[in-house]
């Protein structure tokens, strides 16, 4: 009887979270679609396009991780459009309020999508950030369209590492079979891992993320999901970092140990990967025009956990001559 009090206390204890985070879960700012062509079938893309009061003329378009949307980007979004930047953030087709058809994913494709994107909006120019497997869609945006790119900034980007050649393959199928077992408590557990020491307010993000498998619905929501990891583990860009020539800004919480399919690795195997201390100082070796800031004590995403440092840091590089 206890049992089941119990199991019946914690489900409405996320049941509440869950709803009261969903009442407010709306992005801090309005989203609009742009309709793409993929693969013969309609598709929309959601984004925010935010514009400053007083405006310095620049863009800045800001890329989202793997288990993230624009949602988490509403802080920095401030801080910029307050400093007189144009924002732009994309949700990539696949995640947050955009379609999440059965295609091939690819990066090749994320970034010609957001290139279409900036070409509808008339922008020429931006300076790009990108957090996460956004770090990895930065670098082969940069690749693809180096003359848009004035300054490239990476925050804990992954893809520093070839997982493929070290972590197990497994399908497609068993990735989504291993998915539909999401639940608001599983990826709390998860997000976990991404920060030294977790704080209430931090189960938003975990609410965005749950919130978006619902779109359409959980099941074609959680299919994208599983195509996309096998997009990370089949398409490294860490062989090509030498090739970027746009200023980079690499910025680098020294806590994280993230590595894409870490739960298919043993403990000894774990500890010699997702070193990002050794892995940011990799990757400021690789570019030529690039500055580390390197954040002791800080996780994988510095602009949630220590946004007045990172505030400091992007504003610093993107104002620098």
Same mark, same amino acid.
């Given at each position: 009887?206890?049992? =089941?009090?119990?199991?019946?206390?914690?489900?409405?204890?996320?049941?509440?979270?869950?709803? !009261?985070?969903?009442?407010?879960?709306?992005?801090?700012?309005?989203?609009?679609?742009?309709?793409?062509?993929?693969?013969?079938?309609?598709?929309?893309? !959601?984004? =925010?396009?935010?514009?400053?009061?007083?405006?310095?003329?620049?863009?800045?378009?800001?890329?989202?991780?793997?288990?993230?949307?624009?949602?988490?980007?509403?802080?920095?979004?401030?801080?910029?459009? !307050?400093?007189?930047?144009?924002?732009?953030?994309?949700?990539?087709?696949?995640?947050?309020?955009?379609?999440?058809?059965?295609?091939?994913?690819?990066?090749?494709?994320?970034?010609?999508?957001?290139?279409?994107?900036?070409?509808?909006?008339?922008?020429? /120019?931006?300076?790009?950030?990108?957090?996460?497997?956004?770090?990895?869609?930065?670098?082969?945006?940069?690749?693809?369209?180096?003359?848009?790119?004035?300054?490239?900034?990476?925050?804990?980007?992954?893809?520093?590492?070839?997982? /493929?050649?070290?972590?197990?393959?497994?399908?497609? +199928?068993?990735?989504?079979?291993?998915?539909?077992?999401?639940?608001?408590?599983?990826?709390?557990?998860?997000?976990?891992?991404?920060?030294?020491?977790?704080?209430?307010?931090?189960?938003?993000?975990?609410?965005?993320?749950? +919130?978006?498998?619902?779109?359409?619905?959980?099941?074609?929501?959680?299919?994208?999901? !599983?195509?996309?990891?096998?997009?990370?583990?089949?398409?490294?860009?860490?062989?090509?970092?030498? /090739?970027?020539?746009?200023?980079?800004?690499?910025?680098?919480?020294?806590?994280?140990?993230?590595?894409?399919?870490?739960?298919?690795?043993?403990?000894? +195997?774990?500890?010699?990967?997702?070193?990002?201390?050794?892995?940011?100082?990799?990757?400021?070796?690789?570019?030529?025009?690039?500055?580390?800031?390197?954040?002791?004590?800080?996780?994988?995403?510095?602009?949630?956990?220590?946004?007045?440092?990172?505030?400091?840091?992007?504003?610093?590089?993107?104002?620098?001559?």
């Amino acid at each position: 009887m206890q049992m =089941m009090k119990k199991i019946f206390l914690t489900a409405l204890f996320y049941f509440l979270v869950f709803s !009261a985070f969903t009442q407010t879960l709306q992005y801090a700012y309005p989203v609009h679609f742009l309709t793409l062509d993929i693969e013969q079938q309609t598709v929309k893309m !959601a984004y =925010m396009d935010v514009n400053p009061s007083n405006s310095n003329g620049k863009t800045v378009v800001l890329l989202h991780g793997k288990n993230f949307n624009g949602y988490y980007w509403k802080g920095v979004i401030a801080f910029l459009t !307050a400093a007189g930047y144009r924002v732009v953030v994309p949700d990539q087709v696949g995640w947050g309020q955009s379609d999440k058809p059965n295609i091939h994913y690819s990066f090749h494709l994320l970034a010609a999508n957001t290139k279409k994107l900036l070409d509808t909006l008339g922008i020429t /120019k931006i300076d790009l950030v990108g957090h996460s497997m956004g770090g990895m869609l930065a670098t082969r945006f940069t690749l693809m369209y180096p003359a848009i790119v004035e300054k490239l900034i990476y925050e804990n980007p992954i893809g520093l590492e070839d997982y /493929k050649t070290f972590v197990p393959y497994h399908s497609t +199928e068993v990735q989504y079979a291993n998915e539909l077992k999401a639940s608001f408590e599983s990826l709390k557990k998860y997000q976990q891992g991404y920060y030294p020491q977790w704080k209430p307010e931090y189960d938003q993000y975990v609410a965005a993320q749950f +919130e978006a498998l619902q779109i359409p619905d959980f099941k074609q929501a959680t299919w994208a999901s !599983a195509l996309t990891y096998q997009m990370i583990y089949e398409q490294p860009v860490v062989y090509e970092f030498k /090739k970027i020539k746009s200023p980079t800004l690499i910025i680098i919480g020294q806590a994280d140990r993230t590595i894409v399919g870490k739960n298919l690795l043993s403990k000894k +195997e774990q500890a010699q990967h997702g070193q990002y201390p050794q892995l940011g100082k990799m990757l400021h070796q690789q570019i030529e025009h690039s500055k580390l800031i390197e954040l002791k004590g800080v996780g994988h995403i510095p602009h949630i956990q220590v946004p007045g440092v990172f505030k400091k840091a992007l504003l610093q590089f993107l104002q620098k001559d």
